[in-house]
């Protein structure tokens, strides 16, 4: 579903000059040109860092570093022009690849440059003239949604220029935001050396901008091109781009895992929660009959019609990633006795590890005592060691309350459980 859901979306992808050195930047552009075949808008922003390095320690010569920001002095402004048009040449003749025998066979892309971003100086800040240094003024972004318009691919180097002719060296990632902001891209995609983990070293799979912001407060140790890239990231989602995304780009086939899977393959950041766990609403009917039918087929749940749905569905609460029902469960509230139900509680196979269940679970409790109950109850065929485990004690159909005892199956033989619960 998400080839077609892409489709004709414009995408501003960024990535740095280490990846154009390596050997296996070929195959990013394979991926990239076959983003391009299945009808994404595509606005490519390459770095120059290592490529601008190598000129300089040629010439004996080194980039000036203050307060992490670099001065670009008339030399240092030659060899990033010289490196800015090597490594542009170098993507468009790798985009113009058409052997027979390869990937690209057959892929005629289009790729055009140009003077699409007006620059300003960044100036003197704390007393350091940091010269042909410059920041993002505003973007053509007329020109360059023609060129989209046309089918072509845009191809952006990290320079800037000003109505006085001035050229300004500037920062991919800001550029890349730049442009994903004014042209209102449908995604913003950063190619990194690393990968965005946590404390524990595991991968953070989503953020709000507000909790980017927070790990950029709290993580000093982040190295500079992730703080750039994820302050980039948060900036773009606050003004206009829904997704951002920041993905390893040693991983083969990133790009392609990232958008046509649900899971992806990286750090999404996004205006909205990814993952959601809300009230279920009439349109999640066939996604919650899709993900318990599964479980009724094998007997684990008792057959629930769409009209039985439809009709509880205010009864029920879901967790949705990225459009897709991966958990539900249900409460049916018992007043007299003081009692609910917790009923079809289920969690998709691909994320029962992930303590979702636990979540539902918690989420139902708090909403039974807000209703005043005392006691939750389940019943249940295959299930009865997770409750147990989560406080649920054995108990008689008699304890049950006097409709639902009336409505028990006693050809079905359910145990029941209650758990008493604590303010």
Same mark, same amino acid.
């Given at each position: 579903p998400y080839i077609h859901a892409h489709r004709g979306s414009t995408v501003v992808l960024a990535f740095g000059g280490e990846a154009v050195q390596e050997k296996e930047f070929s195959h990013l552009i394979h991926d990239i040109a076959l983003l391009h075949s299945l009808g994404l808008?595509?606005?490519?922003?390459?770095?120059?860092?290592?490529?601008? %390095?190598?000129?300089?320690?040629?010439? &004996?010569?080194?980039?000036?570093?203050?307060?992490?920001?670099?001065?670009t002095d008339e030399h240092t402004l030659l060899c990033v022009k010289e490196a800015a &048009?090597?490594?542009?040449? %170098?993507?468009?003749?790798?985009?113009?690849?058409?052997?027979? $025998?390869?990937?690209?066979?057959?892929?005629?892309?289009?790729?055009?440059?140009? $003077? +699409?971003?007006?620059? !300003? /100086?960044?100036?003197i800040i704390d007393g350091v003239d940091y010269q042909h240094t410059g920041e993002v003024r505003?973007?053509?972004?007329?020109?360059?949604?023609?060129?989209?318009?046309?089918?072509?691919?845009?191809?952006?180097?990290?320079? &800037?220029?000003? /109505?006085t002719g001035e050229v300004f060296n500037l920062n991919a990632a800001d550029v890349a935001a730049a442009i994903a902001t004014e042209i209102k891209a449908d995604k913003l995609i950063f190619l990194t050396d690393n990968k965005l983990v946590d404390s524990r070293r595991k991968l953070i799979e989503s953020l709000v901008p507000a909790e980017a912001d927070a790990l950029l407060r709290r993580r000093k140790s982040l190295d500079e091109q992730l703080r750039r890239v994820l302050a980039n990231a948060a900036c773009a989602c606050r003004h206009g781009v829904s997704r951002t995304h920041i993905l390893p780009r040693k991983q083969d086939g990133v790009l392609l895992t990232e958008l046509f899977t649900r899971d992806g393959s990286g750090t999404l950041i996004t205006a909205e929660q990814w993952e959601t766990l809300r009230q279920a609403s009439i349109d999640d009917a066939t996604g919650i009959l899709e993900l318990i039918r599964p479980l009724e087929e094998a007997g684990v749940l008792v057959r629930r019609s769409r009209e039985y749905i439809e009709t509880e569905i205010g009864q029920f609460i879901v967790i949705e990633r990225d459009g897709a029902i991966i958990g539900c469960a249900a409460l049916y509230p018992f007043t007299e006795e003081k009692m609910a139900e917790l009923a079809c509680l289920v969690i998709h196979p691909d994320y029962q590890k992930g303590g979702r269940g636990d979540q539902l679970l918690g989420h139902m409790q708090q909403q039974a005592l807000a209703l005043g109950? !005392?006691?939750? +109850?389940?019943?249940?065929?295959r299930t009865a060691h997770w409750f147990r485990e989560r406080g649920f004690v054995p108990a008689a159909v008699s304890e049950l309350p006097g409709k639902r005892k009336d409505l028990y199956n006693w050809q079905r033989n359910s145990k029941v459980f209650i758990k008493h619960l604590e303010q």
């Open positions: 808008r595509l606005v490519l922003v390459h770095g120059t860092r290592p490529q601008i %390095e190598e000129r300089l320690s040629l010439r &004996g010569a080194a980039m000036q570093i203050i307060n992490g920001m670099r001065v &048009g090597t490594v542009r040449v %170098e993507i468009e003749a790798l985009l113009s690849t058409g052997l027979a $025998n390869s990937p690209m066979s057959g892929a005629q892309i289009s790729v055009d440059s140009g $003077n +699409f971003v007006t620059a !300003k /100086p960044l100036g505003r973007i053509n972004t007329t020109a360059l949604q023609q060129r989209l318009d046309a089918g072509a691919m845009v191809l952006i180097s990290p320079l &800037g220029y000003s /109505p109950l !005392k006691q939750l +109850f389940v019943l249940t065929t």
